[in-house]
C-alpha cells in the first residue's frame, strides 16, 4: 500500500452517508430526466427503434395485462358487490361506480404498476448488462449520449403503449367485471354498462396518469440500468430496484396527480 | 499531449491516488501492473468516461476533467478506445459496428463506409466476416473486431485495454505487431494496457506501472527492464520471489 | 421444434410450453420442497439470516407504499363520500378496502419486487457461477441451505409486513380523511371499529401468507432455472417478477371466492 491519505476519506455517520447517498441519486435520476426531455425534442431517431420498442412494450405487456386486468375486474366487481348488498340492494349504479373508478384510478394505476414491473425490469435489464460489457461506455465514445440512444425511444414507446394499453386492459378489466356481476349477482349487461357517472374530470385525470406513468417508468428503469455497477449481481440488482423504484413512482404520482384531481374537478 | 497530474479517484476504495503521467505525442505507452491496480479506470478518465475527484487530465492540450458531455464530444471524436470487454454492440453485425463510430461522426458515403470497414477487417485477417452477429464470434475474433472499431477513426489518441487477452502467442503477436504499425503510420499516440508484458515490451516506447492506484514506475522500455525498483523488477521479469 | 419458426401457431405453441415448464417447474419445487419439511431438515441461522435482510430491506418500502396507499383510497373514496354525504362510512370503506384487498396486493407487489426479485437475482447469479454446482460438490443440498430458509422466511416476513402495511395504511387514510375531506379521526375510527369485523383482517392476512408462498416459489424457481449469462440474470428477474404479479392476482381471484 502507499503511504499517502486519501483527502477524500472523510469520517461520517449513517444518517449522513445516506442523506448524501439519496441527494446524488435525486440529482443523476434529474439528469436523466431532463437530458431525456431534451434529445426527444433534438435527438434524431432512427425511423424503426421507436416502433421495434412499441412492439417490445405493447406486444411482450398484452396477454399479462389482460389477465392480470381481468382478474382485478372480477375481484372487485365480486367485493364490492357483496359490500353494497349489506347496505343497499340494489345495484344497478354498480357497473357505472366501477367505470368510474376503473377510468379515475384503477386502469392506470394498475396497469401501469403491471407495466413497472414488466416494462421497467425489462428496460433496466437490457441497460444494465449493456454498461457492464461496457456497450455503455463504447457509444458515449462514438458520440451518442446513451440517453438518447438507449432511453429515448422507449420513452416515446411507453407513453404511447402505456395509454394504447390502459384502454385495452381496462376495458377487459371491465368486461370481466360485468361478467361477474351478470353471473354471480344478476345484473343485466345492459344495466351494468352506463355511463352516467363519467365525467371530464374523471377522463382528465386517468389520461393525465397514462402519460406520467408511461414517462416516469422508462425513465427511472433507465436511470436505473444506467448507473449499474460490477457484472451479472450488478444486472440483478438494477432489476430489482427498477421494478421497486417505478412502482414507487407510479403510488406516487397516483397521489399526487388524484389529490389534485380531487382538489379541481370536485 | 496527454497529461495527468495529481489525479485521485474511488469507487468504494480509492483507484487512483495521486497519479501524475506525462504521455509525449506520437509515443507508444505501455501500461503495466498487477489486477486491480487502477490501469483500466486510468484510461476510462483519460476518455472522459470517468470523471476523477481531483487533479487535472489534459488531452489535446485542453483540461477535460470539468467538460460536460457534449464539450467532450470534440475531445472523443479524436479518440479512438478498444474495451476490455470489447464491448461490441450485440444487435449490430461487424460491418455495422465497425461503421459505427465513422457514421457518428457524420461519414454518409456508403461506397467510402464499406471501403474503410473492409480495409479494416484485412488489417485484423478477418475478411468477409462483414455480415456477421458478435454472439456468433469467438473472444479472439471479437477481439480483433474490437480492434478494427477502435482504429477505423484513424484517431490521434487511441486507448487500448487488453488488446490481447484471450488470444494464442501467434495471433497475440500479430495484434501488437499490427498495432505498432498502425500507430507509426499514423503518428498517433496511443496508451496500451496488457498483461502479456513480454510482448508488450517488445513494441512499446515508455512503460507505466501501476500498483494499488498509483503509478510506481514511468520510464523507457528499456529503463523498465533494467529497473532495479525490487516491484518493476519482479513484474516486469515474472519472477515469483519478492515482494508482490 | 424449430426454434427459428416465427409464425403465430409456433410461437402460441412455445409460449404454451415454457407456461407448462414454468408451472410444471414450480409445482416440482414445492414437493421437493415439502418432502424436507419432514423431518425438518433446515438450516436454521440462514433462516434468522434471511428474515433479518428481508424484514430490513422492505420495510421502508412498505410503509411508504402504505401510508400513500391509505391516502390514495379516501381520495377515491372522497367522491363516492360526498355525493352520498356518508363521512361515517369512510372508516368503514377504507378499512375494509385496505383489509381484504388493497393492503395485501399492493404490499404483497412491492415484496415481490424488492425481496422476490432480488432473491430470483441471488439465486440466477449463484447459478450462473457455477456456486450451487459447487455446493453439491460439498455434500450441501441446495434445497434445505439455500432454498426452504428464503421459502420460510418470505412467507413469515410478508404476513408481518403485510400487519405493519396495514396499520400505516389505515393510519394514513385516517390523516387524509382529516386534511382532505374534513372527516375527524373521531368519526374515522368509530365507522372503523363498528363495522370492521376481525375476519376481514384475517382473510387479508390468509391472502398474505398466500402469496408469500407464490412469490417464494417462483422467485425461487426462476432463479434456479437460470441459462446465459448475466443478460439471463436479467431475464430470469424479468420472469419472475411477472409471474408472481401474474400468480398474486390469480390467487386472490380464488380466494376471494372461498374466503367470503
Same mark, same amino acid.
Given at each position: ?266 | ?244 | ?61 412498505? &410503509? ?6 391509505? &391516502? ?150 426462476? &432463479?434456479?432455472?437460470?441459462?446465459? &449469462? ?31
Amino acid at each position: 500500500m502507499t503511504a499517502e491519505l486519501d483527502p477524500m476519506e472523510r469520517p461520517h455517520g449513517p444518517a449522513e452517508a445516506a442523506a448524501r447517498r439519496a441527494l446524488a441519486d435525486a440529482r443523476e435520476l434529474q439528469g436523466v430526466f431532463l437530458r431525456t426531455l431534451y434529445w426527444t425534442f433534438r435527438g434524431r431517431r432512427e425511423s424503426g427503434e421507436v416502433m421495434r420498442q412499441c412492439f417490445e412494450v405493447g406486444y411482450r405487456s398484452a396477454f399479462f395485462l389482460s389477465v392480470t386486468m381481468g382478474f382485478i375486474g372480477m375481484i372487485l366487481v365480486f367485493q364490492s358487490g357483496l359490500q353494497l348488498l349489506r347496505v343497499v340492494p340494489d345495484l344497478t349504479l354498480l357497473g357505472a361506480t366501477f367505470l368510474e373508478l376503473l377510468v379515475r384510478d384503477l386502469g392506470p394505476t394498475i396497469a401501469a404498476m403491471m407495466l413497472a414491473t414488466r416494462v421497467g425490469a425489462g428496460i433496466a435489464a437490457e441497460i444494465g448488462s449493456m454498461v457492464v460489457t461496457e456497450q455503455v461506455d463504447a457509444l458515449r465514445m462514438c458520440g451518442v449520449d446513451p440517453v438518447d440512444h438507449l432511453v429515448v425511444p422507449r420513452f416515446i414507446a411507453s407513453m404511447v403503449m402505456t395509454t394504447a394499453l390502459v384502454v385495452f386492459s381496462g376495458l377487459v378489466s371491465f368486461a370481466a367485471g360485468g361478467a361477474t356481476a351478470w353471473f354471480v349477482f344478476d345484473v343485466q349487461p345492459l344495466t351494468y354498462v352506463n355511463f352516467s357517472l363519467l365525467d371530464r374530470g374523471d377522463l382528465i385525470t386517468g389520461v393525465l396518469k397514462c402519460l406520467a406513468y408511461g414517462a416516469a417508468v422508462p425513465i427511472v428503469s433507465g436511470w436505473c440500468g444506467l448507473t449499474t455497477r460490477g457484472g451479472s449481481e450488478g444486472v440483478g440488482s438494477a432489476t430489482t430496484s427498477a421494478v421497486v423504484n417505478s412502482s414507487l413512482a407510479v403510488i406516487m404520482l397516483d397521489l399526487v396527480i388524484s389529490g389534485v384531481g380531487f382538489v379541481v374537478f370536485a | 499531449m496527454i497529461e495527468l497530474s495529481h489525479v485521485w479517484k474511488r469507487f468504494a476504495a480509492p483507484v487512483l491516488r495521486d497519479v501524475s503521467l506525462r504521455v509525449p505525442e506520437g509515443c507508444l505507452y505501455g501500461l503495466i501492473g498487477p489486477g486491480a491496480a487502477g490501469k483500466s479506470v486510468l484510461l476510462k478518465c483519460l476518455a472522459g468516461l470517468l470523471r476523477p475527484e481531483r487533479g487535472s487530465v489534459r488531452v489535446f492540450g485542453g483540461a477535460i476533467e470539468g467538460l460536460d458531455e457534449v464539450s467532450l464530444q470534440a475531445v472523443r471524436n479524436r479518440v479512438g478506445m478498444l474495451f476490455q470487454n470489447n464491448a461490441l454492440f450485440d444487435h449490430l453485425t461487424v460491418a455495422e459496428n465497425i461503421a459505427f463510430p465513422l457514421r457518428r461522426r457524420g461519414m454518409t458515403d456508403e461506397a467510402e463506409i464499406a471501403a474503410r470497414v473492409a480495409d479494416r477487417l484485412r488489417a485484423v485477417s478477418l475478411p468477409g466476416f462483414e455480415g456477421r452477429l458478435p454472439g456468433g464470434l469467438s473472444g479472439g475474433q471479437k477481439k480483433r473486431v474490437g480492434v478494427a472499431r477502435a482504429t477505423v477513426t484513424r484517431a490521434e489518441v487511441v486507448l487500448y485495454d487488453e488488446p490481447a487477452a484471450g488470444l494464442d502467442p501467434v495471433t497475440s503477436q500479430k495484434i501488437f505487431d499490427l498495432l505498432r504499425r498502425e500507430q507509426q503510420e499514423a503518428g498517433a499516440t496511443v496508451i496500451m494496457v496488457s498483461s502479456d508484458i513480454d510482448r508488450l515490451l517488445t513494441v512499446t516506447d515508455r512503460v507505466g506501472m501501476m500498483l494499488d492506484g498509483a503509478l510506481i514506475f514511468d520510464g523507457t522500455t528499456a529503463e523498465a527492464q533494467g529497473s532495479l525498483h525490487p516491484v518493476v523488477k519482479q513484474f516486469v521479469h515474472g519472477e515469483v520471489e519478492g515482494p508482490l | 421444434m424449430n426454434p427459428e419458426e416465427t409464425g403465430l401457431p409456433a410461437q402460441t405453441g412455445r409460449a404454451v410450453l415454457s407456461l407448462a415448464s414454468d408451472l410444471g417447474g414450480v409445482a416440482v419445487l414445492a414437493g421437493r420442497l415439502a418432502r424436507r419439511l419432514v423431518p425438518p431438515r433446515l438450516d436454521g441461522p440462514e433462516l434468522w439470516r434471511n428474515l433479518h435482510r428481508m424484514g430490513v430491506r422492505s420495510l421502508p418500502i412498505v &410503509g411508504v407504499t402504505a401510508l400513500f396507499t391509505g &391516502g390514495i383510497m379516501v381520495i377515491q373514496a372522497g367522491v363516492l363520500i360526498r355525493r352520498f354525504g356518508a363521512e361515517g362510512l369512510l372508516g368503514w370503506g377504507a378499512g375494509f378496502a385496505t383489509l381484504r384487498e388493497v393492503g395485501p396486493i399492493l404490499i404483497a407487489l412491492m415484496f415481490s419486487g424488492r425481496v422476490g426479485a432480488n432473491n430470483t437475482a441471488e439465486l440466477a447469479t449463484m447459478t450462473v457461477t457455477e456456486q450451487i454446482d459447487a455446493l453439491e460438490t460439498l455434500a450441501i443440498d441446495p434445497l434445505s441451505y439455500l432454498i426452504l430458509p428464503r421459502v420460510i422466511a418470505m412467507v413469515v416476513m410478508l404476513f408481518v409486513l403485510t400487519v405493519y402495511g396495514d396499520v400505516l395504511a389505515l393510519l394514513g387514510a385516517a390523516f387524509m380523511g382529516d386534511a382532505l375531506l374534513g372527516v375527524s379521526t373521531a368519526t374515522f375510527a368509530n365507522g372503523f371499529l363498528e363495522t370492521i369485523r376481525v375476519w376481514d383482517m384475517a382473510t387479508g392476512l390468509i391472502k398474505s401468507s398466500l402469496f408469500g408462498f407464490v412469490i417464494a416459489l417462483s422467485s425461487s424457481h426462476f &432463479g434456479l432455472a437460470v441459462t446465459g &449469462g448475466a443478460p439471463g440474470v436479467g431475464r430470469a428477474v424479468n420472469a419472475s417478477v411477472v409471474a408472481s404479479a401474474t400468480g398474486i392476482f390469480v390467487c386472490d381471484y380464488v380466494a376471494t371466492y372461498l374466503l367470503k
